[in-house]
């Protein structure tokens, strides 16, 4: 009997509406199926569409390992290598191994595989190299992978793959002198140091730059030696020695230029002059050559000198540089890897290769085939130099073929041979709302369930992954920000419902990937983005944008930034603590404005303290003394310290900082971090300054850690910045924040911080907006929830105006019958003067406050807090008290319909009021009473603009004409929102289906929902518009977003109407921009397993222009398609020299755009131009050929010529064209069998491996 752990089936649902003979399945069977956990049911998310294609799996897991290389060479790997790793040898079936990387075929040469089993002294060999390049086609600077230079190589056996042939290398007197023997081929060396990290702060944003260096740089009037080995130069050839370096500015003085010159053994290479940190590529020009005689065998010298005067301020560094010299065909420590010499045609050649000091030698075709027969012969050269020669002959078909040439003892080891542990996250059945995403260090850790077990009772669906189950899912196995990227974007887009909405990594990062002993530092990746004048700066925000090009998050996310299970079990402990048993009081109603030293932190913390809700206990603490009064908010270390111990919900912060400090007279260092006891009364901690949340600094502590980690609880969670902070901006978004974390208390804090975030962004559009964002980041789980008062309770005062010496009574009526109360009676400096607490008896809490001689100022409030008796359920609420004679309780602007705005405003006054008057936008406007002490302006003011925030008071006068002044109010002015579409910016797009696209933007500073988009069309020269569908789509503040419809085009140009809120149902700033005609040249086609499907018609032909025509029958492709058919602008023929195009009818790229294949052939009809000067005999030269992608070559396809017209039938699908071959020379065919050239009638073993090189 054969038991599967695991079976996982792909169900496709094509139509469900010609079932008719379904039965559902009946209530008793699914409560015993899911009792056995043979079923599970999940409720289906409403309008997505998810792709069964990328989802497909095996309904058996596959057992593969990983094969982890870090060098170049060849790799030797036995069934004891195997063996030693776990593998279990007999489970291999070794006439089915098969070796992959990045998802491609690498070809391995197996030996011992003919019986079957992977004996241990049987062994694969291969081609490996470091993961390396992977950006360079982007970043021409970014040689080396950002995180890992490992490549993981993947082994399995389910399925054989790509295996190198065997051909003879013997030397052959057959045909003497029809071989070429070269002596030296150009290789080159890539030379490269990482020992210097750069921010590169005048980079912009998003750019992908390499942030490594040899060095810190080369300064002014400085000349650096850097010293490498060429290994056996050719100083006799005649071929010319290359350069290339790369150099980056350092400074960015806008005056001076960097001025570089470089040489080579003291031989002038180039110069250059460019401006600040941009990059200066230099090569070497081919009509500047250097002669090979300059280099030395072993050490040579590349010589970088700084031409800027040595006064002047200037540093450039060097990232790497490559040197590409002529070769002596001899290996260095038994290794050579071998071309042939540049410019020489393909034919054959002969090699000779010396300096093996082992005489076991072996010699492969790179990818292809392993090379047999050589001749090893001990050699002395004319230096007397004695050495190991291996000889061989073979064809050569392209000067891209390369050679290696290498002993036993040279060959290498992986340095890790691991097991996979499949599991499926590349799925659309799986559902989460809270993704966890950590090291696999923590995945086992109790703490990590203990936390998860909290949210799911919390309601939310929670998963986790491990972050190398990521990579290899998303990226083949290789680390990186990008592939964890990937996966948010696919979790949110294809799972199903609960939408994703949290997502906690779980593990350090660090820009310095890996130690000195090879431990990963970078324990869950950190993106490093760049950032306004600090440079790259850890952004853990750039996961959280999935969609769109904007920087608007999708998702709320955080980090807990452990190293050791020790600190994720501290962190976890308190969290569990603070959720489900926080000490009750009124702390959870307390918050903290703390400004540094300097005017500007003391203003704006002022300032930010009045737009905190009055019913919250704001306290505030400022480093420097206001030395015109006596100053209540002044203190220092040991007065923080007591606001944790007494208790603060948040705690924010606005000064000067440097990684571990809060400095302003040294208010806070990290190792004041154990001096904190909170005792479960953890606040929320907002540090708006420099570098205090920079996680990702190697060997740096960081102010987090000493809040996070502290013995004694510390903070809950901390929004920390990575990069520079900016006094005004950070004051803008700690505004926005705060703001947030007091209006929406029931929201988690990720969600608080998600909405302050975009919020900021949209009421502050500075250039530092996108740094500021993506560099505070949040240090804890965004799934937490402070314990914030839920809801606003009314305070009765029975004295709201009073005189000092009365005694004041509070009430406050609550929602629940049973707790404990706090009323404070606050003055005009916001100290409080009074408190009592209070029980709440019969839902009513009440006390009475005593307004002392020493009651500070005219005015003050009575602030009050309450709680049910299991802390679960929190009030509070203020009324404002008057010791002047009047009180402004109540102010508020409200819209009317014309756009004009009203105010509105509550006055109580011991004395007859006469009047009231409101000063707002540079205007006067006298208040009319309209009863219980309310008053309204008398007209309103007219507003033709939005997105600004404007001041607004009031003053009121009695009989005796006494003045009563309100404090400042604000109002921000919102109106209509303003969408439009891209220009150019609709298309035709679509892998399966085709579709029109269309970019719209949304332009305002409010969000727009359910916004209808009209597709209409018209094929030119017709003049009426047909619908071609509708689209809804919701669009955030200053965002962009793709609507689509699906649509079948012609095979001709027309016309696309987009037309945004076609009825007029959304208010808008502007209509002028709604709609948008654009041409379409459409290249993309539906077809469908009924054939091509144009405009709502089937057909099975489908006539491109007035040449191509294909023929496609029904069922030729499983599944809807789109196919890509474009006219070629250039035809190119690679390294086939009898081919050439007579030019008379284009040449056609096609492309099934998904990944389906013809199941039945495609009829490609390609009709001849009528010229009577062509004759027939010229006409049977012309057929039809297909680009095969895979060896670059044109393969001629059976063709007819029928009436005018070149007929073939195509079973793949790709680029054709009509060619003549002129190759009248039979091809070059070479058998082996088991290795060994192919013999009439020679013996061949029950199984031989044979080889057929064609060409």
Known sequence: MITYAQIVFDVNIQDISVVTDWQPIPPAEIDALQRWGAISTTELQPNRLASSALSKKPTAVVEQWKILVNEEGIYQITGQDLANAGVDLLAIDFKKIRLVNNGRDVSLFPSGWRDGQFDPEDYI???????????????????QDPFSTERVYWLSWEKRGLWMAEESGEISDLQPGQYVRPYSFLETLHVE???????????????????????????SGKKVDYEFVLDHPDTQSPLSVSARVMFSGRTTIVNIPHDVSVFLNDTFLFSNKWFGQELADLQTKADAPIISGELNDGVNRLSVVNNVLPQNYDFFMLNWFEITYPRLYRTSNDYIKFSIPPGMPAGKFLFRIDGFQNSEIDIYKLHQSKINGGMIEKVTDFNNFTSQQVSFQNDVFSPEVEFVAVAQNAKKKPFKIEKDNPTILKTTSLAADYLIITHRRFMKSASLQQLVSLRQSQGLQALVADVQDVYDEFNFGQPGSYAIKDFLKWAFDYWQAPRLRYVLLIGDGCYTRYTATGDTLDLVPVHMRQTMVYGAAASDFWYSLLTGDDEIPEVSIGRLPVRSEDELNRFVTKIVQYETNPPPGDWQNRLLIIGGNGGDFRSQGIALSKTIPLPFNTRMLFTVRDQSQEDPYFGGTSDLLDYFDLGCNVITFHGHGGGAIWADNGLLRFEDGNRIYTGGKSPFVLSMTCFTGSFESPGVESLADA??????????????????????????LQTE????ICAFPQLTLGEQLMAGKISYQVHYKTSQAVSQINQYHLLGDPATRLHLPQAVRPVIVDKTISLKGDTLTATCKL????????????????????????????????AKLFVSEDFAGKSGLVRFFGADETNRYKNHGAAPISLQGAVFDSAYVYRAQDDSLYFLAHVRSRNTIKSVWCYALNDSIIMNPIGDDWYRSSHAVFIIWSGFQFSYYFNAYDEANFRYTSRLYKHYINLNVDVEINENAVSLAGDEMVSLLASIQNKSSNPVNDLLVLFETRVLPDTTWRGAGVDTVSIEAFATTTCRVNYAPPPQDFLVRVTLDPDSTIREDSKQNNQMVQQITPHLFQVTPQGFYV???????????????????VGAIPHYSAVLIEEMSALKINEQPDFYSPKVTPAYDLQLRSDYLLEKPAIVRLLLPHDSSITDSTRQLWKIFRFAKQTKKWVRCDTQLLENNLVTQLNVVGPLSVLVAQDSQSPDVFVSVDGQPYVDHKWAGDEPRIGIRLQ
């Not at 291969?126 to 390396?132: L, Y």
């Not at 990290?197 to 992908?208: E, G």
């Not at 924040?737 to 947030?740: A, F, P, V």
Request: charged share 20%.
């Open 193 to 219: 140091k990482d020992d210097y990290y750069d921010r590169l702060s005048a980079v912009p944003i998003d750019s992908l730059r390499d942030h490594w260096f040899y060095d810190s740089g080369v300064a």
């Open 125 to 143: 060999e291969f081609w490996g190299e470091p993961n390396r390049q992977t950006f360079q086609a982007t970043a021409a600077d970014m040689y």
């Open 1095 to 1113: 405009q709502g018609q089937y057909q099975t032909t489908f006539r491109y222009d007035d040449y191509l025509s294909i023929e496609l029958p």
């Open 737 to 740: 924040l705060m703001k947030q």
């Open 707 to 732: 809040l996070l980690f502290s013995t004694f609880e510390g903070a809950i969670a901390m929004l920390g910045a990575s990069g520079v902070g900016w006094t005004w901006n950070d004051y803008f």
């Open 815 to 846: 929602p629940f019958s049973r707790g404990e109360a706090v009323f404070d009676l606050e003055d005009s400096l916001r100290i409080v003067a009074n408190s009592r607490t209070s029980a709440v008896i019969d839902s009513v809490a009440t």
